[in-house]
């Protein structure tokens, strides 16, 4: 018996919908403009499904913040992950990925909102609070705070989740627990190595805890020198390349 056009199709959305995800999770330029590709074909298959909505807008969200970072233009992918946020939750209003996609819209740009960050992530938080990504998401709308157990229960739920331990990272590099800082870039470069931003904030933590030259080792040996976040922190910390 052959299978049903809805069936087929069921079939082709999953399977472009696992691609995305897993381009969406190298977090890399690259990454992200592949799985907003993949995302965008798998809706023209099934234009209703929420879950792909709530993941083009996370992705868009995460590529914006990216280009802010490099000084490139950013407003319209945060406009982007808001209209793709929106458009989930209207779909699907009780779909935990749709409030944690929503919560992520809302941290940068001109549409950030602390408050309906915090309460968007909360409600994700309440519909799945075994998802590690919403416990990641949770964490940062209430402040990043290295002590949270919410970013350790993502990690734990997660542990191929690469911007669990990042994030942590660069949360107690700010408070000056630079050895703990350096333990969780470490982690992160154990699941994604040579991953640039992890790269950058551990180098960044080196030369300004007076390793310099351990920091210019990291990069040179490590990392792309052709990556545009690698080549503006070495610039900026050294003056030059790597």
């Known amino acids: 018996m052959f299978p049903s056009v809805a069936e087929t199709n069921e079939a082709a959305v999953e399977s472009l919908s696992s691609q995305g995800r897993k381009q969406a999770r190298r977090f890399t330029i690259a990454g992200y403009q592949e799985a907003v590709a993949l995302y965008l074909e798998a809706r023209e298959v099934e234009a209703d499904w929420a879950q792909i909505t709530a993941a083009l807008s996370e992705t868009y969200a995460f590529w914006g913040f990216r280009r802010e970072i490099l000084g490139q233009e950013c407003a319209s992918y945060y406009e982007?992950?808001?209209e793709e946020a929106e458009r989930a939750l209207a779909a699907a209003p009780h779909?935990?990925?749709?409030?944690?996609?929503?919560?992520?819209?809302?941290?940068?740009?001109?549409?950030?909102?602390?408050?309906?960050?915090?309460?968007?992530?909360?409600?994700?938080?309440?519909?799945?609070?075994?998802?590690?990504?919403?416990?990641?998401?949770?964490?940062?709308?209430?402040?990043?705070?290295?002590?949270?157990?919410?970013?350790?229960?993502?990690m734990a739920l997660d542990p191929a989740f690469f911007a669990a331990p990042n994030d942590l990272g660069t949360a107690l590099y700010a408070a000056g627990r630079l050895a703990e800082a350096s333990f969780y870039f470490?982690?992160?470069?154990?699941?994604?190595?040579?991953?640039?931003?992890?790269?950058?904030?551990?180098?960044?933590?080196?030369?300004?805890?007076?390793?310099?030259?351990?920091?210019?080792?990291?990069?040179?040996?490590?990392?792309?020198?052709?990556?545009?976040?690698?080549?503006?922190?070495?610039?900026?910390?050294?003056?030059?390349?790597?």
């Not at 154990?190 to 030259?213: D, F, R, T, Y």
Request: aromatic fraction near 6%; proline fraction near 7%; charged fraction near 25%.
């Open 95 to 154: 779909l935990g990925e749709a409030h944690r996609a929503m919560a992520k819209a809302l941290q940068h740009g001109e549409r950030a909102d602390h408050e309906r960050r915090s309460a968007e992530s909360l409600e994700a938080m309440k519909i799945n609070p075994y998802d590690a990504e919403s416990c990641h998401e949770y964490w940062g709308a209430c402040g990043s705070q290295p002590s949270d157990p919410a970013i350790f229960k993502a």
């Open 186 to 242: 470490e982690k992160a470069l154990k699941i994604i190595p040579k991953h640039p931003v992890a790269l950058c904030n551990w180098a960044v933590l080196l030369s300004e805890s007076g390793q310099k030259e351990q920091a210019q080792t990291l990069l040179s040996t490590e990392a792309d020198p052709n990556d545009p976040l690698v080549v503006q922190t070495s610039r900026w910390l050294f003056g030059g390349a790597p």
């Open 80 to 82: 982007l992950a808001f």
